[in-house]
């Protein structure tokens, strides 16, 4: 009888669920839509690239929506067998809360492997792919980073106009380049024509220009120099582009597992700063999918109360409740920011609380949800010590 039961809820919070997961995911996709039509109008990607990117996107994605996905389903589903008094037809049958618990807690355990793999794993591989996806499409296509008649300033240091780049995106002509890398000294560079040459084993993209000159002038602006070239070669610093820091060998934290975070700390030359921001990812990336625990724990009294429009009132419910953990989450990092709190501390500051929060709502539940039942159980066990005795 009880794997029944216990089927019967699963299969209700599981159907909730799904559904609840791809609208929310949908929804966040829609955030970055418009930068995603940007790059397919603007910057010429292809469509099967941006569909790729897409999926590479999704395990980021579903490390929020799987929490909340969860949060709302349990809601739901309790709410609504709470409305259909099959909450009560279950407290007739002498099952408890924390029998009933049961499949709500084999949910709240699969979303939590599902986001600590996701948390761990996949999406920081998805997004160093990504990064890996949009360095071949420079390649390929020079219009991603700059544009024509336009002065680019997306290279650090580097000033770059392009009078024409053709549909294609294969070249840019008239060149003008204002280089200000070297200290005490500016460079005006100007060339027929330049392609975007990308090196696949350094990761490095480069500006390849044709039949020009370079002219240079002192600080004090008392010496000029000109040199023709028929090839000449600048790297372009993409720190303020699509591939910021992007090297084969360089990983920003987001696109670092927790074993490879670990790693980083071991390195001697780690400011302070770093090192707390390191801390702060590895503590987010395991208290991240614990939440799916909290959130169960909370929920499951929560959605037992009976009320009507079950649905609408969930959501609610449970859109409140993430908006609190993810602002303590957000107040936590700022604290450790601000180095008011140790970067542990901040990243577990909202799991304290919820756990204290869900421990004390549900056995405050439980024990008015196992009064009636208690209560009956006496009062039948006196009538019948009365009737032995008559």
């Not at 970055?32 to 999704?58: P, T």
């Not at 997004?127 to 980073?145: D, G, M, P, S």
């Not at 450790?336 to 919820?354: C, D, K, Q, S, T």
Request: charged share 20%; proline share 3%.
């Amino acid at each position: 009888m009880k794997k029944i039961i216990n089927r019967y809820i699963f299969r209700e919070i599981s159907i909730a669920f799904v559904i609840i997961l791809f609208v929310m995911t949908f929804v966040l996709l829609m955030g970055r839509m418009l930068q995603i039509m940007d790059l397919i109008i603007n910057k010429g990607i292809s469509v099967i690239s941006i569909l790729h990117m897409i999926v590479l996107i999704m395990p980021t994605l579903m490390i929020f929506t799987v929490p909340i996905a969860l949060l709302i389903s349990i809601l739901i589903a309790m709410g609504r067998f709470s409305a259909d008094n099959e909450i009560t037809a279950l407290k007739s049958s002498g099952l408890s809360l924390w029998q009933m618990f049961f499949p709500a807690a084999t949910a709240s355990v699969i979303a939590f492997l599902i986001t600590a793999f996701m948390s761990n794993f996949l999406a920081p591989a998805g997004n160093y792919a990504i990064k890996r996806l949009l360095f071949e499409q420079v390649t390929k296509n020079a219009t991603i980073a700059l544009k024509e008649k336009t002065f680019n300033i997306h290279f650090l240091s580097l000033l770059v106009y392009a009078d024409k780049i053709p549909a294609d995106g294969q070249y840019l002509e008239g060149v003008f380049v204002s280089d200000s890398r070297s200290q005490g000294e500016e460079n005006i560079i100007i060339a027929k024509k330049a392609y975007v040459v990308a090196d696949p084993k350094l990761m490095i993209v480069k500006l390849r220009m044709e039949d020009g000159s370079i002219h240079s002038v002192s600080h004090d602006l008392k010496n000029y120099r000109k040199i023709d070239f028929t090839v000449y070669d600048i790297n372009l610093n993409l720190t303020m582009t699509l591939l910021a820091k992007f090297t084969d060998k360089y990983k920003e934290i987001e696109e670092m597992t927790i074993s490879e975070l670990t790693s980083a700390l071991n390195a001697k030359d780690l400011s302070d700063s770093a090192r707390r921001e390191i801390i702060l990812e590895i503590q987010t990336r395991i208290a991240t999918p614990l939440a799916c625990l909290f959130f169960g724990l909370l929920a499951m009294p929560l959605g037992i109360k009976s009320h009507r429009a079950v649905r609408s009132k969930a959501s609610a419910v449970g859109l409140v409740i993430v908006g609190a953990y993810y602002l303590l989450r957000v107040g936590g990092a700022a604290l450790v920011e601000n180095r008011l709190l140790p970067p542990g501390m901040g990243a577990w500051i909202p799991n304290i609380i919820f756990a204290i929060l869900g421990a004390y709502v549900f056995f405050t539940s439980n024990s008015e949800f196992s009064l009636p039942h208690t209560v009956y159980m006496r009062i039948r066990q006196k009538s019948r010590s009365n009737e032995d005795k008559t």
